[in-house]
């Protein structure tokens, strides 16, 4: 399988982030992506290559154009303003507050675009965003020429930002903008599966009222864990996309014959919907170490999830999400696509 990849990744580095009254070094930090791709190389996975270079439009069907400029700028605005450090929100959009209108000062702005204070813009953030949605979109345009699967290592991860939101540590929906560039090339249907602990908000928001993109989550119970406001079993899609959004929650301690129980589930679903190519957002933090997360996934079972998604017979996008145990992220993640070649 043939992995692409970018060195501009390290770009991003978050100062901190601020968690239980405590500025924290951050979790998604750039040894994620350097371990992964040292396995990759270590178990020689296949060629590794660099990402091809997407115009702004590529972002702007899915994305909001104020969003895209709000990170594409704000760092260079905070520094304007006389500040320091990276740029992080410190208020936001309540229900009842103004949603038609874009607040002119950044902080209105950090504000009305982000969800939380996890996910700070620095002075080279937008160099690192956009070749991560180049990564996932050069994976999708190589699954549209042909190959099977494609791993697009992209960092900073994706699936928490919507339409107009950045926040949980993504800033563009890396899999989203892969899965419309599938469409866009002529497929008919295209299915995402996201198996990352967390609630794949923005990838649901975006596509909820869609019924060309199912969107299939397997992630904690939102009634116990981040992103705490979207993710439960009773959201299905909306309007044209009624039917076409699964969510299965899972509590806190899930183990492994439960969540292949809700893998099984979304095979079968992803199956029905009948799709031409598979975006998977590959988180690896359902890890039994994850220092963030709650579910006990043994590093063996990732290479089942590779195999049993190969076992859908669709060519397969896996797209790097979430997964914060970096001594053992390397093995975890290229489990998952060994598991798939090898079937
Ligand atoms: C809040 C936790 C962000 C979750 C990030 C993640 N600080 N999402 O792994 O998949
Ligand atoms: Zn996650």
């Known amino acids: 399988m043939i992995t692409v990849f970018s060195p501009d990744h390290a ?21 994620r992506a350097a371990l992964i791709l040292a396995r990759v190389k270590e178990v020689g996975l296949g060629e590794v290559r660099g990402p091809d270079v997407f115009p ?3 972002l702007t069907k899915i994305h909001a154009p104020g969003l895209v400029n709000l990170l594409m700028t704000a760092h260079e605005e905070w520094v304007a303003m006389g500040r320091t450090g990276a740029a992080y929100p410190y208020t936001w959009a309540a229900r009842g507050m103004r949603a038609d209108r874009v607040p002119k000062n950044l902080d209105g702005r950090l504000g009305f675009y982000g969800f939380d204070c996890g996910t700070p813009i620095t002075a080279t953030s937008w160099r690192a965003i956009k070749a991560s949605a180049d990564v ?15 791993f ?3 960092r900073p991860p994706g699936h928490h930002a919507g339409s107009d939101h950045f926040g949980g540590y993504c800033f563009l929906n890396n899999a989203a903008l892969a899965a419309q560039k599938l469409l866009d090339d002529g497929a008919r249907r295209v299915a995402i599966l996201d198996v990352d602990y967390h609630h794949g908000n923005g990838t649901q928001q975006i596509f909820y009222r869609r019924n060309d993109v199912l969107v299939v989550n397997i992630h904690a119970d939102p009634d116990e864990e981040y992103p705490y406001m979207l993710g439960f079993s009773d959201e299905s899609g909306e309007a044209a996309g009624e039917g076409f959004n699964l969510n299965l929650p899972l509590p806190w301690g899930t183990q492994w ?6 893998l099984e589930t979304s095979i079968a679903r992803v199956l029905a919907f009948g ?14 170490n994850d220092p963030i997360s709650k579910f006990r996934l043994e590093s063996e079972h990732f290479m089942v999830i590779g195999r049993m998604t190969a076992n859908l017979m669709k060519p ?13 992220i ?9 598991g798939f070649d090898d079937s």
């Open 11 to 31: 770009l991003h580095q978050s100062p901190g982030e601020l968690i239980y009254s405590e500025f924290v070094p951050a979790f998604e930090k750039p040894e």
């Open 330 to 338: 390397g093995v975890n993640a290229v489990n998952v696509l060994t």
């Open 316 to 328: 397969v996008l896996f797209v790097m999400e979430g997964g914060y145990a970096v001594a053992e």
């Open 136 to 150: 996932a979109l050069t994976g999708a345009e190589m699954i549209s020429a042909g190959e099977r699967a494609v």
């Open 56 to 58: 702004a439009e590529a």
């Open 257 to 262: 014959p439960e969540w292949r129980a809700a």
């Open 152 to 154: 697009a290592l992209c």
């Open 275 to 288: 799709p031409d190519a598979v975006v998977v957002s590959l988180g690896v933090d359902t890890y039994k």
